[in-house]
C-alpha cells in the first residue's frame, strides 16, 4: 500500500496483560522503525528493521518488549505484562532504505493505554 | 549527545507569520526534519534540509540553518487556523536506515 497502516487504532490493557500491535509498511520499503510517543510528547527510538532482520535495538527495553518483521507478515511489537508506563502512543514508520536522503514515513499510530 | 530542544507554546494571529525553533547538540546530524502533528493523528513530514544548506523554501514553508550554532527554525507565512498542531523538529544522520531523534515539540495555536 501506499501507507504505513497500523492496527488496531487504539488498545487497552489492564496491568499484566499483554500487547500487540502491528504495523503493515509501505509496498518496497525495506525499513521498518517503532518509536513510542509517551504523554509529554517525547519520542523515543525503539527498534529497526532492514527486512526481517533486526537493524538497530538500542532503545528497546530489555525486558518485556519485542519486535519482530517475518516475511509476508505486518510486523508486530509485543508487550509482554504491560505496565502503567507503557501506556503511549506507538508509531510505526518505513523507508525504501536505498539511500541517506530517503524519508520516514509515519503510521497513523496505535494508542496503547493501561490501566 | 542527541538532545532536541523547543520552546513548548506559540500563539499567533491568522494572517501573520509564525517561526519556530529549534536547537539541536549532534553535529554529526545531516538531515534536518519539520514534523506536523494534528491532535490524535500520525507525523505528517512538512520539508527538511540537508545539513549542507543554510535555507530551503517550500511555498509557505521557510526553513533557516544555522549550523554554527546548531539552530534550526520553521516559519510558516500567513499562518491559518489549519496550521494549529503540535510541529517537531528532527535530525538523523541517514534519513533512509536511521532511527530520527525528535525534538520536544512546539505547539502553535493559530488565533482566528
Known sequence: ??????????????????AKLYCAPIKGHSYVF?????????FKFLISFQNENVFD???M?????????????PCSLEIQATKLEDSAV??????????????????????LTVL | ????????????????SSVINCTYTDSSSTYLYWYKQEPGAGLQLLTYIFSNMDMKQD????????????????????TQTGDSAIYF???????????VTFGTGTKLQVIP
Open chain 2, 59 to 78: 511555498q509557505r514553508l521557510t526553513v533557516l540553518l544555522n549550523k554554527k550554532d546548531k539552530h534550526l527554525s520553521l516559519r510558516i507565512a500567513d
Open chain 1, 61 to 73: 527495553p530489555k525486558e518485556r518488549f519485542s519486535a519482530k518483521c517475518l516475511p509476508n507478515s
Open chain 2, 89 to 99: 523538529c528532527a535530525e538523523t544522520f541517514s534519513g533512509g536506515y536511521q532511527k
Open chain 1, 34 to 42: 517503532w518509536y513510542q510517543q509517551v504523554l509529554k510528547n517525547e
Open chain 2, 1 to 16: 549527545g542527541e538532545d532536541v530542544e523547543q520552546s513548548l507554546f506559540l500563539s499567533v494571529r491568522e494572517g501573520d
Open chain 1, 90 to 111: 506507538y508509531f510505526c514508520a518505513s523507508s525504501q532504505g536505498t539511500s541517506d536522503t530517503d524519508t520516514q514515513y509515519f503510521g497513523p499510530g496505535t494508542r
Open chain 1, 1 to 18: 500500500g501506499e501507507e504505513v497502516a497500523q492496527t488496531p487504532k487504539h488498545l487497552v490493557r489492564g496491568e499484566g496483560q499483554k
Open chain 1, 57 to 59: 535495538e538500542t532503545g
